[in-house]
């Protein structure tokens, strides 16, 4: 629960200003790490890959169904929200250089590597995040405590290292950084109740995407409203 906010601290704040490369290696490393690290810890304690038996017939249109409603309320709220208000209102001003600093760190210098980026977060990255979040840190939780205080634990965690990158771009005691990192907790509880009824990613994975493709439709809005496009 705390290595990904470990790593997003160092990417994000410790190495903030080192050359665009460092940085990108040690996020590739890093998230390779977090990434391997379910199936070390299932290969090593588990000492298996559990199996599912066949899942009731209801349960995978529940899933899909309920994460696909929720990742386009989701999704509607943050373009809404950001066009009709926020951006309007200034809240994302002090923010426009930082987020464009970040984009050229990471080599996303055009539209076209922007949008790249944002269809692998949205199709890649969301699922190896519900693959880490609902079925490996939830799913441990669950074994061992109470479906409230498990679901309150992961999503908190979840939740964590958002706040790290939030507060690099708004501030860390700002009221939008709070804000929104509460709305990530929330999801985070949303998409463990998803996981935790249905027993399948799919329908947290296909909300996460959305929700993730709304927040880098508003990212390139705000890089361009930076450039002065």
Known sequence: MVFPSLLTWLYFVALQGHPAAVQQVVYTTGKILQFGLPLLWVLAVGRRIPRAGAPPTWRLPYSIGVGAVFGLLVAAAILAGYLGWLRSAGWFASAETAIGQKALAFGLRTPAQFAAAGIFYALVHSLLEEYYWRWFVFGQLRRLLPLGQST?????????????VLGSYFGRFSPVTWL???????????????????HSLLGPWLSHALVDAA??????????HAAGG
Request: proline fraction near 0%; charge should be positive; aromatic fraction near 16%.
């Open 152 to 164: 309150a634990l992961a999503s908190l965690a979840f939740a964590a290292h958002h706040w790290i």
């Open 180 to 198: 929104m990192t509460f709305a990530v907790a929330v999801g985070g509880a949303v998409w463990c109740g998803i996981y935790h009824r249905s």
């Open 215 to 224: 927040i880098f439709a508003v990212g390139f809005a705000i890089i361009r």
